[in-house]
């Protein structure tokens, strides 16, 4: 790729001629603002912030898509620059409804970090956003028309991004806003790969963390947290800390200051949800050798969002998910029978909050099918950014909290669900319990040979491996992102078992998760 040479504020710089301009910048550090450009979408240029000057013509430029030339000489922050941009700060603002006194995104807003930073006047222009609409999709997601800056970014990620294709642009010209297609074939599955790109928070969760915070001023209940591991390793990110460090620990801490009596992780539902679908699969494997109705592939159907596509979108593979619960089920039905039992506690003073990576897990929890003794088992999802929120609003400095111990439900674990949040982990902690049922009579320490995944030829999120366990060839594969489900259904016949997660990188990536705008850090995090 050729090298060129330009300069940004009198720096000299070496790029490649392919790069936009904004792209050298960050790569230089060199600051230039901007809200509606995204690393995992195609540039559109919407939010007209990222002007910059190129000495020599008379427009100002676009950063985000106008392309380095050799010898360009480009200013970020000459009075022309300065006073463009600040105007189309202004006016983004002014049309967005202000609403930052119960948005949990106040606290990490591109758009208020804007104005605050450049002293943007918020008041002078009408707003022309007031009439537009809520929309609510169950009780996941939700998009507020009146929040919305017109970027697209949502209707990126639901369609190039996820191809599910649920919202569209109505209306024209200054009346044009984002809202669900009126079409009965199409449907949300709650993924939120709309809330975590959106910049400003007009796409977001519908929030539990009220409700939260009432029950934790309740003296009557006891107010229990279990914690995917996932939280763990991106909270950081809302308080400018490392996405590659784990803060278990001191999450522990932030929740136990917020008065949650007790803290758990979700290993235990981990470890019964990988039991449960071991035997499942031994038991199809098992079929399979006397009828051809052994009903695989297998699919795990941990991921609420991949289970809501497959009821809506292809029903016929039904009968092919796993019967296993998702771990966080799991591990809140042990907690309000058996744990409850043993300490005496009667289970309808249990409150139990999840806090998770994913906004469909709000959807989950209100499955009725899921309900033991008539009752939900899981009370209230809190996203990443929830917590982050809670913590914030209640002045718990998180990077100065020191570590607590995990709560214990059961002491014993097998230890095989570390693994589980890793890309392919699920499938892997599968199939070593597969191994000891298929080789429970077999005269030797191990018959299960290395799972080494391979990248499927051609396609992004899909990796499939063959794995020998005692006389049998299993052929695996793992999806990570809905939008990249279709290759692998067309020939879903050529598998045993399938492990599908709705968001790009898995759960790491999730609808709850950061919105850095930087683009999935989930390959430096895992």
Known sequence: MKKIKIKINNQEI??????????????????????????DFPIKANCRICLVEIIGQTKLALSCHVKAEDGMDIKTDTERVKKARNLNIELIFAEHIEKCSNCI??????????????????????DRKSKRKIYKFANAIEIDGSQCIDCRNCLDACS???????????????????APVDDNKVDCIYCGQCAVHCPVGAAQEQVHWEDVEKALKDNTKIVIAQIDPSVCTSIGEEFSLSYKKNFLNQVITGLRQLDFTYVFN??????????????????????????ADAKLPMFSSCCPAWVKYVEFYRPEFLSNLTKAKSPHINNAGVIKTYWAEQLKIDPK?????????CTAKKFEISRPELKINNNFLVDYVLTTRELAWLFKKNHIEFGKLKDSSIDSLLKDYTGTTTIRNVSGGVIESVLRKVQNLLCADKKVNS?????????????????????KIADKILHVAMV???????????????????????????????????????????????
């Open 14 to 39: 070496v790029c490649s001629q392919e790069q936009t301009i904004m792209q050298v910048a960050k790569e230089n550090n060199i600051d230039i603002p901007g809200l509606c450009s995204h690393p």
């Open 105 to 126: 995104w106040r606290v990490n807003c591109q758009l208020l970090d804007l104005a605050n930073k450049y002293k943007i006047k918020i008041t002078r222009f009408k």
């Open 160 to 178: 190039l991004m996820q191809n599910i294709n649920y919202l569209k642009l109505i209306g024209k010209g200054s009346d044009q806003e984002v």
């Open 266 to 291: 979700v290993n235990l539902g981990a470890e019964i949800t990988i039991i449960i679908e071991a035997e499942e699969l031994t038991k199809r494997l098992v079929k399979k050798e006397k009828s």
């Open 349 to 357: 003073k249990i409150i139990v909050v999840s806090i998770m990576p």
């Open 447 to 467: 018959c299960f040979s290395d799972l080494n995944f391979k990248d499927v030829s051609g396609l992004v999120g899909i990796k499939e491996a063959n794995i």
């Open 480 to 526: 990570n992102g809905i939008g990249n489900i279709g290759p692998i259904l067309e020939k879903v016949a050529d598998y045993d078992f399938i492990e599908v997660v709705a968001c790009p990188d898995g759960c790491i990536g999730g609808g709850g998760q950061p919105n850095t705008g930087r683009g999935n850090p989930a390959p430096t995090i895992i």
